[in-house]
């Protein structure tokens, strides 16, 4: 599935390095004049560190760098960046067949032989009701599953989720005001049995 960050091994180093910058200012020391001269050389500059020039023309004071809470901040984006993209943005599979179990409101329901077809961010999608077949297009955004199916002027949405690597589940409703909920579990080939 397409998540947006194509290219991660780009990204790693970029965390890191970042990391390592937010580190540097951190712990950065900066000098910066409390009082004007008032009359003293200004051709001299005061050692690093210095808290006061005796000559009495000026003082100094040492400010730290980036404030620690800040450092934090930094560290906590950088880290919800880093699960964005490598835990939140897992690829789930969802081209195949599965088995729909679609349940409407009053206690009805239907079972689905169903296939998606393109790629895991996106395609066409086929349903076998015993025979009866609907046909529709899907999309999917991280774990969530959008499907439109159309049947005879009648449009059914789909929405749900995948709650694991093999099941989806979520609700539906359609142009006509009817709703219900539905899962899917995908079929899993059996193993082949050596001879």
Partial sequence: MHTGFENKKIIVPFLI???LFLGQLAAMPNLSPETPYIGADRSEDPPPGLH?????????????GISPILLIIGGACLLTVFLMIFVLNKDYQILGEWTVTSTIKDGASYEYKTTFYGTNASG??????????????????GKKVYITLQDAGLYIYFE????DDNTISGDWNTSFETEGTWKAVRVIPAPAQSH
């Fill in 124 to 141: 066409t999608t086929r349903w076998d009701n015993d025979g009866e077949i609907i046909r529709g297009t899907f999309y999917t955004v």
């Fill in 52 to 64: 006061e020039q005796t000559s009495g023309t000026i003082r100094y004071k040492e400010k730290k």
């Fill in 160 to 163: 749900g989720k995948f709650t």
């Fill in 17 to 19: 390095v970042s990391f």
